[in-house]
C-alpha cells in the first residue's frame, strides 16, 4: 500500500521463532506489510537451540532435534519442503530404555515381557490396583504416575528418569507439560506388552520423525536467516519500555513494536523497574550439558536413542545421531545428554566410554556443548506467575513468545507457528 506508515519491528532473538516472525513480516503473502525487521541476537550465529554446530567434518545438533508433526498434513512441514527447499527423510522410531542391564523397547510400559519376570509381575500387580481410579485431578507428577500405571512402573523408570531430567521436587511438579509427550496408559496394551514382547507396540508424539536426508538441523535456520537484518553479538543493557526503546553495547534503537524471544529472566532483567521482576524470580528451568562424540566404531543395532533412568548413570539419554543423519560405514555420532539446574554437571568421557566400551583411539572428535536453558519447569506456581508476566507484557506492548518467551515445553513446529501468530498480530 502506498505511503502507508511501517512499524519498526524489532525482535530478540534468532532462533526458529525469531527468524519466522521475520520471515512472515517480510513476506506479504502472511498479510504482513513488507516490514524488514531489526534482529537482535546475542550470539555470533543464528539459530539457538536449532543450531548444527561442525567439527573436523562431523555435525553435531544441540542433542537430538527431530520433526514430530501433529498433523499428518501439517503446514510447517510443506513450508520447510517447499519454502526452504530441505530434504526431510520419515524415521519409525527405534528407541529404548536401559533398565536392569536390559534393554526395554519405549514406551516402557507397554513392554513389561522384557522385564525379568519377578519385576514383571509386580508392575503387573501394582498397575492392577490403580487402573479403574486412575490419577486424581490436579495430581503432582508423581502421584500422577503412580496412580497412571502403579508403584513398581512408576519407581522403575518415570520417577527416577523424570528426576534425573528435571532435577526438580517431583511432588511439586504439575503434569500440564505432558500433553502428548508422555503416554498414558492404556490397559489393553500393557497387559499384551507384558504377555510376550511385541517390539511394535508403540505409542506417543514421536512414533515416527522427520530429519533432514542429509546434513544437521541447523539447515532450518540457516535457510531462514538467509538476508534478514541480524545484529550478531548484540548485548543489550536496558529496554525503556516507556519510550519504546533498546539500548545495547555500542548503540540503542527505537521500535514501535518489539517481539522478543529471549527467555523471560533474561528479558525482564533489561525492563528496569518492571515490577514483574520478582517474578520472574519464581520461573524454574534446567539447563542441560550436552557431550557429543564422532567414534570409529559401529552402533547402527542401538536404534535412535536410549533412556537411562538409573540414578548412578550421570546421563538421562544417549542418541544415536548417524542412525538418523548416514556416516559413512564403520563411523558413528553420539549425543549424550545430562542435566543440571543449580550447578553444571560436565558429562564425564569416562562413564561413556566405560558404558559403551569405547576405546580412546576409537574417538576422532569430541564437542562438548552447554545449553544452559533447555527445559522450562512446570511447578505448581507456573501458571499464575506466567499469567502476570504476560499480562505486564502485553500492557507494555511486548510480544514474548517461543520456548522460552512463552515459557513453556515446546517443539520446532510450535516454534514456527509462534513466530508465525507473532508477526501476524504485529502488523
Ligand atoms: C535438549 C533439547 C532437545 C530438543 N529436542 C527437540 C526435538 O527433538 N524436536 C523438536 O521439535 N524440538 C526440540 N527441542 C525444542 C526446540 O529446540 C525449540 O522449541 C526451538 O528451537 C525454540 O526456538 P526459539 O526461537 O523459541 O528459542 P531459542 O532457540 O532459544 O532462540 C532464542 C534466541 O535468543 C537468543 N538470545 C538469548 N538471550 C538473548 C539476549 N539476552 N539478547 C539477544 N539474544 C538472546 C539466543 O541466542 C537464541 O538464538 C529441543 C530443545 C532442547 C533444549
Excluded at 112 to 141: I, N, Q
Excluded at 157 to 176: A, H, V
Excluded at 396 to 417: D, L, N, V
Aim: aromatic share 14%; hydrophobic share 35%; proline share 4%.
Amino acid at each position: 500500500m502506498k505511503n502507508e506508515k511501517k512499524d519498526k519491528v524489532v525482535i530478540l532473538g534468532a532462533g526458529l521463532t525469531g527468524l519466522t516472525a521475520a520471515h512472515f513480516l517480510e513476506n506479504p503473502s502472511s498479510g504482513g506489510k513488507a516490514i524488514k525487521p531489526f534482529i537482535l541476537e546475542k550470539q555470533d550465529i543464528a539459530g539457538g537451540l536449532c543450531r548444527t554446530e561442525e567439527k573436523e567434518g562431523f555435525s553435531f545438533d544441540h542433542t537430538g532435534h527431530l520433526l514430530h508433526f501433529k498433523k499428518k498434513d501439517s503446514i510447517w512441514k510443506k513450508f520447510i519442503e517447499g519454502e526452504l527447499r530441505i530434504d526431510l527423510k520419515k524415521h519409525s522410531r527405534a528407541a529404548s530404555i536401559h533398565i536392569m542391564n536390559t534393554l526395554v523397547p519405549y514406551p516402557f510400559q507397554y513392554h513389561l515381557a522384557y522385564l525379568p519376570k519377578d519385576e514383571k509381575e509386580k508392575c503387573v500387580r501394582d498397575y492392577l490396583k490403580v487402573y479403574k481410579t486412575g490419577a486424581p485431578a490436579g495430581a503432582s507428577f508423581r502421584q500422577w504416575a503412580e496412580h497412571s500405571f502403579g508403584r513398581r512402573m512408576a519407581s522403575l523408570f518415570f520417577l527416577p528418569y523424570n528426576q534425573k531430567l528435571w532435577n526438580f521436587n517431583l511432588n511439586k511438579m504439575s503434569t500440564d507439560w505432558m500433553g502428548r509427550f508422555v503416554p498414558g496408559p492404556d490397559a489393553g496394551k500393557i497387559l499384551r506388552g507384558a504377555e510376550k514382547k511385541d517390539p511394535s507396540q508403540s505409542a506417543g508424539y514421536n512414533a515416527s520423525f522427520y530429519y533432514p536426508r542429509s546434513g544437521g538441523i541447523g539447515q532450518l535456520p540457516a535457510a531462514l536467516a538467509k538476508g534478514k537484518n541480524i545484529v550478531f553479538n548484540a548485548s543489550i543493557k536496558q529496554i525503556d519500555f516507556t519510550a519504546k526503546k533498546i539500548f545495547f553495547e555500542g548503540g540503542n534503537m527505537a521500535y514501535d513494536r518489539l517481539i522478543s524471544t529471549i527467555p523471560l529472566p533474561e528479558l525482564l532483567g533489561y525492563l528496569k523497574g518492571a515490577p514483574q521482576n520478582a517474578a520472574a524470580k519464581k520461573l524454574k528451568w534446567t539447563g542441560v550439558y550436552n557431550m557429543n562424540i564422532a567414534v570409529k566404531k559401529n552402533f547402527s543395532k542401538l536404534g535412535h536413542w536410549i533412556y537411562f533412568p538409573h540414578g548412578k548413570i550421570p546421563f538421562y539419554r544417549i542418541g544415536f545421531l548417524s542412525n538418523f543423519s548416514a556416516l559413512p560405514d564403520g563411523f558413528s555420532t553420539i549425543y549424550i545428554e545430562s542435566s543440571y539446574r543449580s550447578e553444571r554437571k560436565k558429562t564425564s568421557g569416562a562413564s561413556v566410554m566405560k558404558f559403551f566400551n569405547i576405546k580412546s583411539d576409537e574417538i576422532i572428535v569430541r564437542k562438548d556443548i552447554d545449553i544452559p536453558y533447555a527445559y522450562v519447569i512446570y511447578d505448581m506456581a507456573r501458571e499464575k506467575t506466567l499469567a502476570g508476566i504476560q499480562d505486564f507484557l502485553s500492557r507494555c506492548g511486548i510480544i514474548s513468545t517461543g520456548r522460552f518467551g512463552g515459557w513453556k515445553y515446546s517443539t520446532m513446529e510450535e516454534a514456527m507457528q509462534d513466530g508465525f501468530d507473532a508477526a501476524s498480530s504485529s502488523v
